[in-house]
């Protein structure tokens, strides 16, 4: 830590006596009448321009080495931090080129360096179109490489092929960032100010069963909520639940014929999901019942108090079985269905008449929004709202009294048309600016079985999502033991592990894939210890995890040797795990923008594979061979291991996974 203090002080100093020599070179140009002057001065103009931009970078350069002397906490965006760099080079070595494209992305191949700006070849097409000029991509490299400021963290650059920029970091920034990860821990990336989120998932439907196809709305929305609370956010998880319309006039009525005395005596409803077929059948074959459900309706809508009662026994059975599967899976919700809403319909239905949107169709009120080919019905003929409505004053709510700067709801690919329209007229009536607020629509493909068909039990019917959960709990349990881990852990261990693995298999399966893609469910494969599983990536990270365990390094020793030893990075495994363990940030970064979660997932299966090549070319802790002693420990692989574990955990995390210690 010292030396690195004393090359800090070193830049420092080195970087003071350059802004003052830059300072009056600036001085200097102004004296000779450079600044503002005829054409035949530009090339003094443009060495000013230069000079003034490299002086500003410098400034820039000085408070963050200032800033870094104070040991800043937040994990550096390497990417990013290197976009800067270029953005700045390419802005002195062009400066009258407005908006110059910008590609920054980590090199393939090691070959190549570590990073590779690859701006040239389209700063040669656009300096062609605009200006007539013919510069080889080549040339443009070069005049950006000249053109980089003094930073921290490039150690040198090579100019390649066509016009490529290979980038190499210097490994004392390197092993800085990893050691600073160690003391603060795993913290996230600077993305701005802090936004308040609502994010809107799960939503099953009252007096239905949750099944399969919920799974991956709870599971998906659950994890961009970890991600967006992580970087600092103020997140409001929403469960938009089917609480509210017309199904509930039939399910009342059918509770007033079986329980007449529910008012008094809590009816014992077992089996939500047949007492809903029940009055299903009824509705659909007994008229007279059909009528009276009607009516039901009336008074639900018109808050009569006993069927409001009625209602409320209804949805508490049914939250009862919902919480069973939030609890499984470890989801924390807020409860705020379509009944929420019902206040303010007329309100909405007011503001789009006032604001002359409203057409009026075989007694239907409905809304034409600019670009979507089908209209919004905000009122039935009957005088009845719809989902429209509903969706409408879910977002107003949303954008007016939560003030939402972000809106993301996790709903199956197929609503995208209504949430592109719901949106659309959102705008349309001002309710929001899509360059201030962001609201949008992730949708999500559906789960197929083995056989490429939507999943389904072998009577056909839909899957039961508890019914999957306890089957994942069971099948974990027998992969355990048939690898005897029953003979090696404790009862309490065991079961830790078996719920790991069984949620976090099941999870991660869902999460792997692109969500905007269908995905088969199969429990062979999600709970194989092969390749880009869970059930790998949990092994691999207990593995990691008992490391200094075996060589009798506490965590207390751990902390002190991270404020302590400085991180080697001299053998190629060594370098390429700690790039890759420094990337957490860039892909956090991406996700934030795609909300596109197997990016972290095929993250965290190169970073575990990266460690085993790791691990199987360097010694991290050397013993005896007859003896089995141990002779040395090589601390900095130590930390390099705890490193590694430390961004799996956090990466699991976001993930919804626990993981254990023992497996």
């Given amino acids: 830590m010292e030396v690195q203090a004393a090359q800090c002080a070193e830049r420092l100093s080195r970087q003071e006596k350059e802004i003052k020599f830059l300072t009056v070179e600036i001085d200097r140009l102004k004296n000779v009448g450079c600044v503002g002057v005829s054409p035949s001065l530009e090339g003094l103009r ?25 040991q800043t906490k937040g994990m550096i965006n390497i990417n990013s931090r290197l976009q800067g760099i270029f953005g700045a080079a390419i802005k002195a070595a062009y400066p009258d080129l407005e908006n110059p494209p ?7 191949q090691s070959r190549f360096g570590d ?35 003094d930073n921290e963290c490039i150690e040198r650059v090579e100019i390649a092929g066509p016009g490529f920029i290979n980038v190499h970091l210097k490994k004392d920034f390197v092993s800085r960032q990893l050691s600073n990860m160690l003391v603060n821990g795993v913290q996230p990336p600077a993305v701005g100010e802090k936004k308040k989120v609502v994010i809107d998932f799960s939503s099953p439907n009252i007096a239905k069963e949750m099944h ?15 991600l967006f609370e992580f970087v600092g956010c103020d997140v409001l998880r929403l469960n938009h639940l089917g609480d509210w319309g017309t199904q509930f ?37 007994e008229e007279e019942f059909k009528k009276r459900a009607y009516q039901c309706v009336v008074l639900l809508q018109s808050k009569n108090p006993d069927f409001i009662k009625a209602w409320k026994l209804i949805c508490d059975v049914s939250r009862k079985e919902f919480q069973k599967i939030y609890e499984y899976l470890d989801i924390s919700i807020i409860e705020r269905g379509e009944s929420y809403y019902q206040d303010r319909m007329n309100d909405i239905v007011k503001e789009f008449e006032e604001g002359g949107f409203v057409q009026v169709d075989d007694g239907r009120k409905i809304v034409f929004v600019p670009g979507c080919s089908i209209p919004l019905t905000i009122v039935k003929s009957d005088g009845g709202f719809t989902y429209d409505t509903s969706d409408l004053a879910a977002v107003k709510q949303r954008l007016v009294e939560e003030k939402a700067d972000v809106i993301i709801y996790v709903v199956d690919n197929g609503q995208s048309v209504h949430f592109q329209t719901v949106f659309a007229a959102a705008q349309m009536i001002g309710w929001y600016d899509p360059k201030v607020t962001r609201v949008t629509h992730a949708g999500f493909g559906v789960v197929l079985g083995e056989d490429k068909k939507k999943f389904k039990t072998r009577s056909g019917d839909t899957v039961r999502l508890i019914d999957l959960l306890e089957e994942g709990l069971k099948r974990s349990m027998d992969k355990l033991k048939e690898k005897e881990r029953d003979k090696v852990l404790t009862p309490e261990e065991l079961k830790a592990a078996q719920i790991s693995v069984a949620f976090g298999c099941i999870k991660y399966a869902d999460l792997s894939h692109n969500r905007t893609n269908d995905y088969i469910f199969s429990f062979d494969k999600m709970l194989d210890d092969r390749g880009n599983t869970a059930a790998y990536l949990l092994y691999a990270f207990t593995r990691i ?16 040797s991270a404020r302590t030893t400085e991180i080697i990075l001299d053998h190629e495994k060594e370098w390429k795990l700690g790039k890759c363990i420094l990337r957490f940030p860039e ?22 594979t990266t460690f085993t ?32 574990a430390a961004v799996m955990a956090k990466g699991f995390d976001i993930l919804g996974i626990k993981p254990v210690q023992k497996m």
């Fill in 613 to 644: 090549e790791f691990y199987d070319n360097c010694y991290c802790v050397e013993k005896d061979r007859q003896t089995g002693k141990i002779v040395k420990v090589n601390m900095w692989r130590l930390l390099l291991c705890e490193a590694t």
């Fill in 249 to 285: 006039g039939m399910l009342i009525a059918h509770l007033q014929d079986k329980f007449p005395d529910y008012l008094t005596v809590s009816p014992p409803i077992g089996d939500l999901q047949a007492f809903y077929k029940e009055s299903k059948r009824r509705f659909d074959t």
């Fill in 545 to 560: 995890r008992s490391i200094a365990r075996l060589a009798n390094i506490d965590e207390e020793t751990l902390q002190k």
């Fill in 46 to 70: 443009e060495e000013n321009a230069k000079l003034k931009y490299r002086l500003n970078v410098l400034r820039k350069s000085l408070q963050e080495e200032r800033n870094r002397g104070k």
């Fill in 115 to 149: 990073y590779q700006c690859n701006s040239a070849m389209s700063i040669s097409q656009i300096l062609l179109k605009t200006k007539e000029q013919k510069v080889s991509p080549r040339e443009i490299a070069d005049k950006i490489a000249r053109s980089i400021p």
């Fill in 212 to 226: 399969v196809g919920h799974l991956r709305s709870t599971i998906i929305g659950d994890s961009m909520c970890r």
């Fill in 587 to 608: 892909i956090l970064e991406k996700i934030f923008d795609e909300l596109l979660l197997h990016t972290l997932c095929d993250y965290l299966y190169e970073l575990a």
């Fill in 102 to 108: 910008l590609a920054v992305t980590p090199s393939q």
